[in-house]
C-alpha cells in the first residue's frame, strides 16, 4: 500500500522568509501524481501545486515550488517570501495513475508564520 | 456556485446514536469519495464510489455505510455512534486530477 510521511508536524518562519516542508512517499506505482494541499483554519481544502511523476520540471505557482525527487521519493514545499496568510495546516498527497483514484495523505505539517 | 456542500456542519451526537452526512454536488462528476480527517493523522479514505449505484470501501469502513442512490449525493451513516467516530468529515470529488473538497462536519460523540 502506499503511504506518505510528513515527519514535521509543526514548522514556523519569519514573514517574508522562505521555508521548505517535506515529505517523503512510498510506492512501487510509475505512474502517480502529488500534491500539497492547504488547510486554513476554515478547514477548506485548498490545492496549492500538482506534480505529475512523469515530468522531470518541478512544478511551480508563484511562490510556491516543489522539489520532486523521483528516486528518493521525496517531495518537498518552498515557500518563498512567506506571508500570514499562508499560516495554515499544509498535507501531501499521492494518488496513482488514471481514473478513480484516492488520494493518500500525510499526516500534515502545521506552519506558522511569525510576523 | 458549482462545489460540494456538506450538511450538516456541526453535530453532537449521544453513543448509540445514528445519522446521515449528506455530501451534494453540482459539478456532475462521477467520482466521489467521503475521509475522516483526525489530528496528526492526516485524511483517511472512508468510502468512495465510481458512479451512480456504486461503492466500495476505503481504508477505514468499519462503522460507517454509504449510499449513492443520485450521482449528485453521496451520504455517508453511521447506524450507531462511538467516542471513535468524533471527527471532522470530509467529501469530495474528483474530475481526472482535479479534487474538489467540501467544508467539512465536525462529529462529536459523546
Known amino acids: 500500500a502506499q503511504t506518505v510521511t510528513q515527519s514535521q508536524p509543526e514548522m514556523s518562519v519569519q514573514e517574508a522568509e522562505t521555508v521548505t516542508l517535506s515529505c517523503t512517499y512510498d510506492t512501487s506505482e510509475s505512474d502517480y501524481y502529488l500534491f500539497w494541499y492547504k488547510q486554513p483554519p476554515s478547514r477548506q481544502m485548498i490545492l496549492v501545486i500538482r506534480?505529475?511523476?512523469?515530468?522531470?520540471q518541478n512544478a511551480t505557482e508563484n511562490r510556491f515550488s516543489v522539489n520532486f525527487q523521483k528516486a528518493a521519493k521525496s517531495f518537498s514545499l518552498k515557500i518563498s517570501d512567506s506571508q500570514l496568510g499562508d499560516a495554515a495546516m499544509y498535507f501531501c498527497a499521492y494518488r496513482r495513475g488514471q481514473g478513480a483514484q484516492k488520494l493518500v495523505f500525510g499526516q500534515g505539517t502545521r506552519l506558522t508564520i511569525n510576523p | 456556485n458549482a462545489g460540494v456542500t456538506q450538511t450538516p456542519k456541526f453535530r453532537v451526537l449521544k453513543t448509540g446514536q445514528s445519522m446521515t452526512l449528506l455530501c451534494a454536488q453540482d459539478m456532475n462528476h462521477e467520482y466521489m469519495y467521503w475521509y475522516r480527517q483526525d489530528p496528526g493523522m492526516g485524511l483517511r479514505l472512508i468510502h468512495y464510489?465510481?458512479?451512480?449505484?456504486?461503492?466500495a470501501k476505503g481504508e477505514v469502513p468499519d462503522g460507517y455505510n454509504v449510499s449513492r442512490l443520485k450521482k449528485q449525493n453521496f451520504l455517508l451513516g453511521l447506524e450507531s455512534a462511538a467516542p471513535s467516530q468524533t471527527s471532522v468529515y470530509f467529501c469530495?470529488?474528483?474530475?481526472?486530477?482535479?479534487?474538489?473538497f467540501g467544508s467539512g462536519t465536525r462529529l462529536t460523540v459523546v
Open positions: 506534480q505529475e511523476a512523469y515530468k522531470q
Open positions: 464510489s465510481v458512479g451512480e449505484g456504486t461503492t
Open positions: 469530495a470529488t474528483q474530475l481526472t486530477t482535479r479534487y474538489t
